[in-house]
């Protein structure tokens, strides 16, 4: 998927989790393109749980700096970090890109997505 922003952008991807005791991350391969500003992503889980991250790496061989990594579940009780944004059964995550400065020229590229053991 690739925008220049023209109209909003959103994407939402529904996923089943049967185990309380993996921890899961959801993993975003993009980038924003050449002379572009950065790009702003809000993730929302399940409704209830917003992270907000920002995208400012072009593409790069072998995906250097293009990786984004969310952490969804964390059950490591001695972190600081320690969460759980899931639920047992379906799973809702809806991810909001947008420019950071809309007046310079923008475009946003979400190659790949995977939700899976971190």
């Known amino acids: ?3 220049e922003f023209s109209t909003p952008v959103s994407l939402t ?3 089943k989790v049967l185990d309380t005791a993996n ?3 959801l993993f975003l391969m993009n ?3 050449t002379q572009s500003s950065a790009c702003k992503l809000t993730v929302t889980i399940n409704g209830l749980y917003t992270v ?3 995208v400012d790496a ?4 072998g995906g250097q700096n293009n990786v984004t990594s969310i952490d ?3 059950t490591d009780f001695t972190s600081i970090n320690f969460h759980d944004y899931l639920v047992l059964g379906l799973n809702q995550v809806q991810i909001t890109a947008e420019p950071t400065n809309s007046t310079q020229k923008n475009q946003y590229t979400l190659f790949a997505m995977a ?4």
Not at 58 to 61: I, L
């Open 1 to 3: 998927m690739t925008t």
């Open 13 to 15: 991807v529904n996923f």
């Open 23 to 25: 921890n899961y991350a």
């Open 31 to 33: 980038w924003i393109g």
């Open 52 to 54: 907000t991250v920002y």
């Open 58 to 61: 072009a593409e790069g061989q």
């Open 72 to 74: 969804l579940r964390n």
């Open 115 to 118: 939700i899976g053991h971190a």
